[in-house]
């Protein structure tokens, strides 16, 4: 594509993605908009994992350690602001924990894993009543504050938590496209590749191994967070649900796996076809996309979709 | 006098309950080619891959420059200097010659002189230089065998272990890659190569050592052990080595 109409693609990309707020969406739209867009974030963040060649089960543990530190934190009183950026630590931290099995597990061992930690964090909040409310979870979480710009209308409510959750969005894809062309991503391909070659030339895989675990925990716990400010609850089935593990798996991999903006993409197309066309249709198929998606990718595209229209780097397929 | 480079103490290693190498010692001084030559199954990828970290040693020590390596992880030998070209190239495949090259680099100490070596590699490989930006799996095998020694040599090593660098390559290609060899012992690199193209390995090296069972059974000068009795008896009737 000539760099004028790749200029102009983009334009019309950012209009498209800024305007729903401004031209009066139902606000029911601008949340189901906005939980793709976490989605996209989480299915981003699984796909900086998966760069580095490990496999995770498990990323609600990240988003329920975003959710109920965010939670616990605003309701002590601190500003939602610092309470999401705390939740966002408190994830990494989890990813990092769970990080150093990767340094003996490897592939299935390593994604069942992950599998049992996030259903460890969930028996956790279901039981510790007096921090976490058990079952029940916590209610009453405030709601995020209006943004100062640029006026009320678009920057509070549905359409404030639209334009945070493009934002946080953003700033994943832009973390993982630093990685794509840093020494950082070359590392992780060769881990990825093969990890006992990348030894002998000198990479320690475990602490790059951690740095991705980090990332990648940081930012699905900063949807986690941002999440729970949206809708306003948490509970252990809802943060800590196997949802949250398994579905930014299938986008990403329906997406492709270690390109940039394929998982994304996949993330918002199949969370709305499913939410938008078959829930109100035909309620009992609403997960039949995610299925059909990864019979669809196995079959005419294994590396997923974005392989097909996108050049390679660092090798990813 | 300077202890030597590698030395290896009576080293004892293999996997689970086979014990490979049995009180096996050598030693390679600074500036030297050595050749590793043996019979197949004698030790000769093993010996290397204890060198490097990838097999534990069970009994016996491993020093470079009189410190000892012997139980460091493979990571912290390559930092200290030991490059291995594994048999069969085992390069990152999806990723480019210039990835594969710049992943050689990742040690602080060689990517100080990343600039230097990569002039270095593209005056003995010229191939690679145009091929650059190719992905590694897409070279021929001959290109592959010269990437994954110039990947080594990214690393700024200073033992160079081969483990069987002749292995499926056209004659030509052997020939280029045995005076590639050649410049770089001309330019002081310290080389320890391993494999059954005895006559090509005996001809580069200073010395040899051969390997049987796991021990060292016969060690001179090269050409001196290509006259040997003994190792033509042990050796070069069973080797597919059919080089004049």
Redesign the interface.
């Known amino acids: 594509m000539p760099r004028g109409g790749l200029i102009a693609t983009g334009l019309v990309g950012l209009a498209l993605i800024l305007l729903p707020p401004l031209s009066g969406f139902h606000p029911y739209y601008l949340y189901l908009v906005s939980t793709g867009l976490l989605f996209g974030t989480l299915a981003t963040s699984w796909n900086i994992l998966a760069y580095a060649g490990q496999v995770s089960f498990g990323h609600a543990a990240f988003v329920g350690l975003g959710g109920y530190g965010a939670a616990l934190a605003s309701l002590h009183g601190l500003s939602p602001w610092a309470a999401i950026a705390l939740g966002g630590g408190l994830g990494a931290a989890g990813a990092v924990i769970i990080g150093l099995a990767s340094g003996r597990l490897q592939g299935a061992s390593l994604a069942l894993a992950t599998l049992a930690y996030a259903e460890m964090w969930r028996a956790i909040a279901q039981n510790w009543d007096e921090v976490t409310g058990g079952g029940a979870g916590l209610i009453g979480i405030p709601a995020l504050p209006t943004l100062p710009w640029p006026s009320p209308d678009v920057s509070g409510g549905r359409a404030g938590g639209y334009y945070l959750s493009l934002a946080l969005l953003a700033s994943v894809l832009a973390v993982f496209a630093g990685i794509l062309r840093s020494r950082l991503g070359l590392a992780l391909a060769a881990i990825r590749e093969e990890e006992e070659r990348a030894g002998l030339l000198g990479v320690h895989p475990l602490p790059w191994k951690l740095l991705a675990f980090g990332l990648s925990g940081f930012w699905s716990a900063l949807a986690g967070g941002l999440y729970v400010h949206t809708v306003r609850v948490v509970e252990p089935d809802l943060v800590f649900s196997l949802h949250f593990s398994i579905l930014p798996l299938v986008m990403a991999t329906f997406g492709g796996v270690g390109t940039l903006l394929g998982p994304a993409g996949a993330a918002l197309g199949l969370y709305l076809a499913s939410e938008l066309f078959l829930h109100p249709y035909v309620p009992a198929f609403h997960q039949l996309p995610y299925a059909l998606a990864l019979i669809v990718v196995a079959l005419y595209a294994p590396g997923g979709l974005g392989t097909l229209f996108r050049r390679r780097r660092h090798g990813a397929a | 006098m300077t202890p030597p480079l590698l030395d290896v103490g009576g080293i004892e290693a293999g996997y689970n309950d086979l014990t490979i190498l049995k009180d096996c010692s050598l030693e390679v001084r600074a500036g030297e080619v050595v050749a590793l030559v043996g019979p197949n199954g004698a030790g000769k990828s093993t010996l290397l891959k204890t060198l490097?970290g990838?097999v534990p040693a069970r009994a016996g020590t491993v020093r470079l420059d009189g410190e000892r390596i012997d139980g460091l992880?493979?990571?912290a030998i390559?930092?200290r200097g030991v490059?291995?070209v594994?048999e069969g190239r085992?390069l990152?495949?999806?990723?480019?010659v210039r990835?594969n090259l710049?992943?050689?680099a990742?040690?602080p100490r060689?990517r100080a002189r990343q600039e230097e070596t990569l002039r270095l590699i593209f005056g003995l490989f010229p191939t690679l230089q145009q091929r650059q930006s190719v992905?590694a799996g897409d070279l021929s095998g001959g290109e592959q065998q010269m990437l994954a020694l110039a990947?080594a040599l990214m690393?700024y090593p200073r033992l160079l272990c081969l483990d069987d660098p002749f292995l499926g390559l056209a004659p030509p290609v052997t020939r280029r890659f045995s005076e590639a060899l050649g410049e770089l012992t001309a330019r002081g690199m310290t080389i320890l190569a391993a494999g059954q193209h005895v006559r090509r390995l005996l001809r580069l090296a200073d010395r040899a050592y051969l390997l049987e069972e796991g021990r060292v059974t016969l060690s001179g000068s090269g050409p001196g052990l290509l006259r040997d009795e003994r190792l033509r008896r042990a050796l070069l009737e069973l080797t597919p080595d059919v080089e004049r």
């Open positions: 490097c990838l992880t493979p990571y390559a930092a490059a291995l594994p085992r990152f495949v999806p990723l480019t990835e710049e992943l050689g990742f040690l060689a992905a990947r690393t």
